[in-house]
T-cell receptor, first 116, second 113 residues
Framework: EAGVTQFPSHSVIEKGQTVTLRCDPI?????LYWYRRVMGKEIKFLLH????????ESGMPNNRFLAERTGGTYSTLKVQPAELEDSGVYFC??????????????FGEGSRLTVL | GENVEQHPSTLSVQEGDSAVIKCTYS??????FPWYKQELGKGPQLIID?????GEKKDQRIAVTLNKTAKHFSLHITETQPEDSAVYFC????????????FGTGTRLKVLA
């Protein structure tokens, strides 16, 4: 069974440009999460989808970030326009159950974003 | 807001020695505490977890302890091996109906051969 896949693995862009990150969760996982880790800091929650609905987007830094999950399958996270502080590793995770303690998060390998 | 503090940020041990990583959480409603291991070039992977109604859990060379009163939980790795070298993250998740995991800042463990 395929795990969570993310694309691209690394993206280098200039300030002001746009980048779109993609995540394909494990098949059948209704819950999809985006997290971000800035170097040396915690893995910080960005938002949570249940199927195609945004359940919680309280962690999204500002309106330059837009996440979508059309059809409840894969998800995209767009940053437009990118700023220097957006640099970091963006992780996608999926889980089968959200509301029980067995809702293990399965992470992708991450997309490293570097904004110059 | 909710946060999880994790210490130390880096830890070097000799092969065969034990390693201990400690975390403290702020949300008293948290009831699930997973530990993730991130190897180079890979995403974090769950290695062990503990629920709030359990004080200790062990799986071969790794164990986790939880002190709810003090809001502390720790990861213990015994007989460390070079393949244990990785970044370890603790996390806390809130009560029923909560789906948000709060992660610590990570501990880079180096096991020296």
């Amino acid at each position: 069974e395929a795990g969570v896949t993310q694309f691209p693995s690394h993206s280098v862009i200039e300030k002001g440009q746009t980048v779109t990150l993609r995540c394909d969760p494990i098949s059948g996982h209704d819950n999809l999460y985006w997290y971000r880790r800035v170097m040396g800091k915690e893995i910080k929650f960005l938002l949570h989808f249940v199927k195609e609905s945004k359940q919680d987007e309280s962690g999204m830094p500002n309106n330059r970030f837009l996440a979508e999950r059309t059809g409840g399958t894969y998800s995209t996270l767009k940053v437009q326009p990118a700023e220097l502080e957006d640099s970091g590793v963006y992780f996608c995770a999926s889980s089968q159950v959200a509301y029980s303690n067995t809702g293990e998060l399965f992470f992708g390998e991450g997309s490293r974003l570097t904004v110059l | 807001g909710e946060n999880v503090e994790q210490h130390p940020s880096t830890l070097s041990v000799q092969e065969g020695d034990s390693a201990v990583i400690k975390c403290t959480y702020s949300d008293s409603a948290s009831n699930y505490f997973p530990w993730y291991k991130q190897e180079l070039g890979k995403g974090p992977q769950l290695i062990i977890d503990i629920r709030s109604n359990v004080g200790e859990k062990k799986d071969q060379r790794i164990a986790v302890t939880l002190n709810k009163t003090a809001k502390h939980f720790s990861l213990h790795i015994t007989e460390t091996q070079p393949e244990d070298s990785a970044v370890y993250f603790c996390a806390a998740r809130g009560g029923e109906g909560t789906y948000k995991y709060i992660f610590g800042t990570g501990t880079r463990l180096k096991v020296l051969a």
